[in-house]
């Protein structure tokens, strides 16, 4: 769509020493289009921590933008363990995933958690890429729309940012890491609606502008499905995302 760049995002998870991450971004670079050619989507690299650097000193050059997969609220102080949004922007990170299914459920992150996550990302200049979605108890209990949009209106509570400023990632619990991915039409399907709670909660412009991105067991053999439907702004992979010649073939088809 020409009011939104595709995105294709890699999320590592727990992954990869800094020798492994060193040779995956030189195998990656090396496979995927040039920086400036329009067929390329914008592309953003989740590591670890202990690997932002690495990667920063190998892809700034190449246009590949990294994100951190956490943040904590407070600027700075007495948190031990913790890292905030404006350490992460010094460490090169234009976006930060937020609100991931993993983090709700093993560190028991709430909507309203992850809601003041958001506020100090977006005051600190980093986009978040906001991951809602339900689980399959709560899909079968046809809850899925109305826990979908109660983690939107908590998690985006009095922030006000415009639709660039925001990415949303819908990740059905059930579909990651699980290698059963939703269908395309179920994707469009929340997507869509994901759009519209946007709409109420912003405007029908801002939710234009926002892009909404499916998560779950992506891979290259499913990702041109997803991206054939209207609402469907780009990926947030896993699995497929840890080997560069797997990532770089999404990127290609994306
Ligand atoms: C994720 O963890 O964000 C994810 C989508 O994982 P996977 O692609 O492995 O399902």
Not at 197 to 211: F, N, P, Q
Request: hydrophobic share 40%.
């Amino acid at each position: 769509d020409f009011l939104r760049r595709r995105l294709i995002a890699a999320n590592w998870k727990m992954n990869k020493s800094i020798r492994e991450a060193e040779d995956f971004a030189r195998e990656f670079l090396q496979l995927i289009p040039d920086a400036n050619s329009n067929e390329r989507p914008e592309i953003v690299i989740c590591p670890p921590f202990t690997t932002l650097s690495t990667l920063k000193s190998i892809t700034e050059d190449y246009g590949v933008k990294l994100g951190a997969q956490n943040a904590f609220w407070e600027e700075k102080g007495a948190y031990t363990g913790e890292i905030s949004p404006s350490m992460l922007l010094d460490a090169a990170c234009s976006y930060v995933i937020l609100g991931h299914s993993e983090r709700r459920q093993i560190m028991g992150e709430s909507n309203n958690i992850i809601n003041r996550k958001v506020k100090a990302a977006v005051e600190a200049g980093i986009i978040p890429l906001l991951c809602v979605g339900e689980t399959l108890q709560e899909r079968e209990k046809d809850r899925a729309r109305e826990v979908v949009k109660e983690q939107l209106v908590k998690c985006l509570k009095d922030i006000k940012l415009s639709g660039e400023k925001l990415v949303v990632a819908y990740e059905p619990v059930w579909a990651i890491g699980t290698g059963v991915n939703a269908s395309s039409d179920d994707a469009q399907e929340m997507i869509a609606f994901i759009r519209s709670c946007l709409e109420k909660i912003y405007s029908r412009e801002e939710a234009d502008l926002t892009r909404i991105i499916y998560g779950g067991s992506v891979k290259e053999e499913n990702i041109a499905e997803f991206l054939g439907e209207a609402d469907v702004d780009g990926a947030l992979i896993g699995g497929a995302s840890l080997q560069a010649e797997s990532l770089a073939r999404i990127v290609r088809l994306s």
